[in-house]
């Protein structure tokens, strides 16, 4: 039984030392700030951005408007701008996604009509 006691007292320090080594093991010194987005991921995200205020005001628009806040002339004369901006930003950011992916077909895509 003491044997026993021995054995299963060396297993449970050896699996605490186990899972500990990471922790005690010194840092490295490495340097873990974020890279600066450059000029085209910083308008990619400025699309973005505005493309989620302009879904967010539309959004606000129709609740507002669905709970009698806005009337139909008010929600009829503010709707169209912000879907234009949605729209706009869309747009945008579709085509910096299409000019930056490559063709997988290996040549130019062909319009459709």
Do not use: N, W
Not at 91 to 99: E, K, M, N, S, V
């Amino acid at each position: 039984m003491t044997i026993a006691l021995v054995v299963g007292a060396a297993l449970a320090v050896a699996c605490v030392m186990l899972v500990a080594l990471p922790f005690l093991r010194e840092p490295r010194a490495r340097d873990d700030r974020l890279a600066r987005p450059d000029e085209l991921e910083q308008r990619r995200l400025a699309l973005a951005e505005e493309r989620d205020r302009a879904l967010a005001a539309l959004k606000e628009l129709e609740f507002d408007h669905r709970t009698g806040k806005v009337s139909d002339d008010d929600y009829r004369r503010l709707v169209g701008p912000l879907r234009r901006r949605a729209a706009e930003a869309l747009r945008a950011l579709d085509l910096r996604a299409a000019a930056q992916s490559p063709v997988r077909s290996g040549g130019p895509v062909a319009p459709h009509g």
